[in-house]
């Protein structure tokens, strides 16, 4: 059974950095695309960052460009966010998805001094 579990979410004050983890388990990892999206209260779920299956192809929300940076280690079935510079706008659940549509619970993220 598919199954996609996060962690590494927190409290972090402005300009600190935080590594979200999305272990991935049931299915081939190597072979999907993976995504990242976050959801802030009383906004709509949004797509913060791509990575092609193999991880050669990399794509990010403008808001995030510069500063988050996905990336996966096949070995451990993960997927991860780099999330640098944060801000208080970057508060939010954040989810992994695999391309077709299995989603994580998602890690909550707080930016605040």
């Known amino acids: 059974q598919v199954q996609l579990v996060e962690s590494g979410g927190g409290l972090v004050q402005p300009g600190g950095s935080l590594r979200l983890s999305c272990a991935a388990s049931?299915?081939?990892?190597?072979?999907?695309?993976m995504r990242w999206y976050r959801q802030a209260p009383g906004k709509q779920r949004e797509l913060v960052a791509t990575?092609?299956?193999?991880?050669?192809?990399?794509d990010y929300a403008d808001s995030v460009k510069g500063r988050f940076t996905i990336s996966t280690d096949n070995a451990k079935n993960t997927v991860y966010l780099q999330m640098n510079s944060l801000k208080p706008g970057d508060t939010a659940v954040y989810y992994c998805?695999?391309?077709?549509?299995?989603w994580g619970q998602g890690t909550q993220v707080t930016v605040s001094s």
């Open positions: 998805r695999r391309d077709d549509g299995y």
């Open positions: 049931g299915f081939t990892f190597r072979i999907y695309a």
């Open positions: 990575i092609s299956s193999g991880g050669s192809r990399v």
